[in-house]
T-cell receptor
């Protein structure tokens, strides 16, 4: 079993719609979770971090965490063509930060 | 821009050679982690340096080694290069040894082993 699993997609949504990206993790003691966006040929860019159960909103992005279900999600409202990218879910692997397990990423295409 | 810089951006090496990749962390950050990202995969954690000491290691052989300098910049060294080492190498800097800390990536070094 992989430590972090994501649907690889591709996921296509029309412009203006809500894109929903999901991630599950296997290590029950994980405490910190992150979403990164990666454009083709570029490095990952941090979008959201979430540490507590519930929702965290930042502009058009909402991260949701459910530790009991070992589930993290990212919602993108009013999707724009510029949101087209691969979205990586990262779960911290130990007591120190910046030691991530990453999923393989979900490819999102927003259709104008 | 994250303030994390890596050099070089691209590199071509021959199997069996050695390579050194460099990373300058964001101002104020004292922790650097290195990741390997193969095509179509998520980044894989190689190791982390905190206050000039290795602070965690992923499932990579000893021919992957590193250093962190007093200014918190870091090097990744790979000996005896293999074809499978071809990948995007990413460094990420962050503050402190705390779990709940955000990490920011440099632009990466694309290594091709032929």
């Amino acid at each position: 079993q992989k430590e972090v699993e994501q649907n690889s997609g591709p996921l296509s949504v029309p412009e203006g719609a809500i894109a929903s990206l999901n991630c599950t993790y296997s290590d029950r003691v994980s405490q910190s979770f992150f979403w990164y966006r990666q454009y083709s040929g570029k490095s990952p860019e941090l979008i959201m971090s979430i540490y507590s159960n519930g929702d965290k909103e930042d502009g058009r992005f909402t991260a949701q965490l459910n530790k009991a279900s070992q589930y993290v999600s990212l919602l993108i409202r009013d999707s724009q063509p510029s949101d087209s990218a691969t979205y990586l879910c990262a779960v911290n692997r130990g007591p120190a930060g910046n030691q991530f397990y990453f999923g393989t990423g979900t490819s999102l295409t927003v259709i104008p | 821009e994250t303030g994390v810089t890596q050099s070089p951006t691209h590199l071509i090496k021959t199997r069996g050679q050695q390579v050194t990749l460099r990373c300058s962390s964001q101002s104020g950050h004292n922790t650097v982690s290195w990741y390997q990202q193969a095509l179509g995969q998520g980044p894989q954690f190689i190791f982390q340096y905190y206050r000039e000491e290795e602070n965690g290691r992923g499932n990579f052989p000893p021919r992957f080694s590193g250093l962190q300098f007093p200014n918190y910049s870091s090097e990744l060294n790979v000996n005896a290069l293999e074809l499978d080492d071809s990948a995007l190498y990413l460094c990420a800097s962050s503050l402190g040894g705390q779990m709940n800390t955000e990490a920011f990536f440099g632009q990466g070094t694309r290594l091709t082993v032929v």
